[in-house]
């Protein structure tokens, strides 16, 4: 286990796009460093696997979401407590049902398997296979699902490339990349400032602080059904799926609660923070947060509309889970929490990063 976290740490895993059989991964965002573990292993045993790494950015996510699932032969659940009751993956399990239903018709298996990274079961998943370790879940899944590592997938993880040509543009690559790095490093803590003034890294909100941007699609609006006082009652909320919308998020953090409701200004206690404040909440485009961590972090990720996000402090780990959210476009992070953490900014993703003098 901890040779697959240091071998995927800060890597991409490639999703399998293509008509072979394939995995579907379903999974609460917030729980993305632990699932990728489990997805790292099944791309390596050369399991044609997708998750949500594929959505092309400006697609449209549900539409693509429902696609995929309903084309898929397994889908392995990651189950925790935060994924019970988090709308999207309450209608990947809702239509991972339906679509096996279908399949069976058709004489086809459509594997369903619940894999607990906490203990916790999903009520709706009874009776169908549990793990809790990868040995257990490829000894369901079918050989059928297997494929040639590379076959489907637009790049892949540990390709070698061989040939006097190659090793040494590889060996180039790697001498300018030390060196660009030594260069950056040296910038960040003044090295030069008395060669190079002009060079500081003194920039403004305006300017782009991460060269490498995201591969960001066109920004479009989210259909979301009209959500005032008249048009919630039981036949809303069945039609769109949603079991107890109200329910009271469950913060795994105790701070977690503290660092959201200050952000949402949602001062009185005794009000708890539900789905509904979250997952179908139109009216927050920006956040700014004086204090996160990685659970906030993962719960951003499932505001709909959320275009800009403040980072004015906090200790965390990555933004891995803001990877593939529809709207967001510009994240902006402080000039102190830039220099003293280390957290993950993936390549590929639908915003950019800034950095503020603040």
Known sequence: ???????????????????????????????????????????????????????????????????????????????????????????????????????????????????????TTHPKLEGYPLVSDTETLFSLLSDSLIGDGKTGYSSALGK????????????????????????????????????????????????????????????QEVELPDITDDAINDDFWKQIGVENPANEIEFQDETSESILRSALGKSDESQPITNLDVSYNKDVTELWFEDINDEVIGIIADFPYLRKLHIAGGNFSTLEPLVNHINLRRVYISRSVWEHNKFIIPGKRTFRVYIENV
Not at 60 to 80: D, G
């Open 1 to 119: 286990m901890e040779n697959q976290k240091r071998a995927f740490e800060g890597s991409k895993i490639p999703a399998y796009e293509g008509k072979d059989p394939y995995v579907f991964i379903s999974y609460r965002h917030m729980n993305s460093p632990r699932v990728m573990l489990d997805v790292g292993s099944l791309y390596h045993a050369k399991y044609r696997t997708w998750y949500d790494e594929g959505i092309a950015p400006g697609s449209e996510w549900p539409a693509n979401i429902a696609n995929h699932l309903r084309n898929a032969r397994a889908v392995v659940f990651f189950i925790s407590e935060s994924f019970i009751g988090a709308i999207n993956c309450e209608n990947e399990v809702e239509n991972a049902l339906k679509y096996e239903k279908e399949w069976k018709e058709k004489g086809a298996e459509y594997l369903l398997i619940q894999y607990s990274i906490d203990g």
């Open 160 to 219: 070698v490339r061989r040939g006097n040509v190659w090793n040494i543009l590889i060996a180039l690559i790697i001498l300018l990349s030390a060196t660009m790095g030594m260069a950056v490093f040296g910038l960040q803590n003044g090295y030069f400032d008395k060669y190079f003034p002009d060079m500081r890294l003194n920039v403004s909100a305006e300017s782009i602080a991460y060269d490498e941007e995201g591969d960001m699609g066109e920004v």
